[in-house]
């Protein structure tokens, strides 16, 4: 890695940092779009969601060029730019010589001012910081999940979320469900009101554990960690925020984005191997989110190997209840005595989620229409945390207690020794 100990802590600890070293011009109303029909586009973060994410933005517009690209780590960049410039059909479009290539965790800063869009794909932990700095430099943005690991995060991305609002620049999430056909449709139904109220919701997320990379020589405990990112909950959030948040923003989106006034999570790590690569998460939570007036939602996942895999989420509402499984695909709304009422077409129109997330980016920026997604990005990570926050301590959490905490995870230094934390143990925080 090029940078030093010093910027790796400035990068990821200054709360001020938004903007900071970055060269601004001053701001015109709509971001840096140049009038030409070229469209240049930075991709932070070159791992396997940032390398589909630039072929998706180059597939959106013709006029989208990838313009400079960076890592934390150089054979990351090297992998994802080999894989680009591979692909037939994109590589005229694939501009990123030496000079627009910028590695270490603070290399957003030298790929701002570069662009007109930027690709936001990196390790969920620098999310908050990435953001804020992307829209001081006044850029529009695609940006993956989570957005952010802890509460201190979570205001951050408020503040950013309300910056890239009043400067008029578009910013979408990577909450890729909520750009896929057939869940448009059945969600816009159950808002719509098909179910009548929606008085309870049960969701899972079953799925195996995610792969580790074994430690290189002359990586530092650091470097070890963010190879390993998906298993630091200080890097990831844990599992809950890392990868079942999609499910929690489903429940998100159809209680209508209303904030859940407390919940009770519980979980634990059996399974996984102690192993220092397998970090220090959990392997499998359920939280129960309490709503006002009666609603109760509750989320179930675990990465377990060899068990029953499964990603549903069943809404019930006073008139009836939905079904939704996106692996399936199914999507279906029947009333209580059994009859389908409302079905997605089996010849229903189906086109692939990531790719439709880039169309509605470049297309807003075309059309001049900002698109801000913000605000469910913000609270489906929120939602997350404050369940994981409470599993952890073993405690009851409310949303204010959650949107209001000091809760930092990033840990006080990032030089060696940094040793792999035992997983909390409910009831044992103070
Ligand atoms: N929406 C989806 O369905 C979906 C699917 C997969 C991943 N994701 C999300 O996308 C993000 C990336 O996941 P991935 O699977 O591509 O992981 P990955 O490990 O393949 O890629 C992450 C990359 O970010 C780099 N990185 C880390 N810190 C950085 C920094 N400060 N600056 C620049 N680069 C940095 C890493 O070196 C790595 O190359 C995660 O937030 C993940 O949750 C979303």
Redesign the pocket.
């Known amino acids: 890695m090029q940078d030093t100990e010093e910027s790796r802590r400035m990068?990821i600890k200054a709360a001020a940092m938004a903007g900071v070293g970055v060269a601004l011009s001053p701001f015109p109303v709509w971001g840096s779009t140049p009038a030409n029909d070229q469209i240049k586009v930075g991709l932070?973060?070159?791992?396997?969601?940032?390398?589909?994410?630039a072929a998706q933005a180059l597939a959106a517009d013709k006029g989208v060029v990838i313009w400079a690209m960076?890592?934390?780590?150089r054979d990351?960049?090297d992998s994802?730019l080999g894989n680009l410039l591979k692909d037939e059909k994109n590589k005229d479009r694939v501009l990123v010589p030496s000079d627009r290539q910028f590695v270490?965790?603070?290399?957003?800063d030298q790929l701002l001012p570069l662009v007109d869009v930027v690709l936001l794909?990196?390790?969920?932990?620098?999310?908050p910081r990435?953001l804020a700095k992307a829209v001081a430099a006044g850029k529009h943005i695609f940006c993956?999940?989570?957005v952010c690991v802890d509460s201190v995060g979570y205001r951050s991305v408020q503040e950013s979320v309300r910056g890239a609002r009043e400067k008029g620049l578009s910013l979408v999430s990577?909450?890729?469900w909520r750009s896929a056909g057939p869940e448009r449709a059945i969600y816009g139904e159950i808002l719509g009101g098909r179910l009548g109220e929606v008085v309870g919701i049960s969701a899972t997320y079953l799925t195996g554990p995610l792969g580790t990379k074994a430690r290189q020589s002359g990586w530092s405990d650091f470097d070890f960690q963010?190879?390993n990112?998906?298993h630091f909950a200080w890097l990831?959030g844990d599992h809950l925020v890392?990868?079942a948040?999609?499910s929690v923003d489903k429940i998100n989106w159809a209680m209508g984005g209303r904030h859940p006034t407390k919940c009770t999570g519980i979980g634990s790590r059996y399974c996984r191997e102690d192993v220092p690569e397998r970090g220090d998460i959990y392997d499998n939570f359920s939280v129960i989110y309490e709503y006002e007036n009666g609603p109760r939602c509750v989320l179930t996942t675990r990465q377990q190997a060899n068990c029953y895999n499964n990603n549903d989420d069943w809404i019930n509402g006073t008139k009836g209840y939905a079904w939704v499984n996106g692996w399936g695909p199914t999507h279906w709304i029947k009333d209580y005595s059994g009859k389908t009422i409302w079905s997605y077409p089996k010849d229903g129109s189906t086109p692939d989620m990531?790719q439709v997330e880039h169309d509605t980016l470049f297309k807003s920026i075309r059309d001049r229409r900002p698109v801000n997604e913000g605000e469910f990005m913000a609270d489906s990570c929120l939602m997350a945390i404050m369940g994981r926050m409470s599993a952890y301590s073993g405690q009851q959490v409310t949303w204010d207690e959650a949107a209001t905490s000091g809760e930092d995870l990033t840990p006080s230094s990032l030089s060696d020794p940094m040793p792999v934390q035992k997983a909390p143990k409910p009831g044992a925080m103070s």
């Open positions: 990068f932070v973060g070159c791992g396997g969601r940032g390398s589909g994410a960076a890592d934390a780590f990351r960049l994802s270490g965790l603070d290399a957003i794909c990196s390790t969920p932990s620098f999310r990435q993956e999940k989570p990577g909450f890729c963010l190879r990112w998906q990831s890392e990868q948040v999609h990531y």
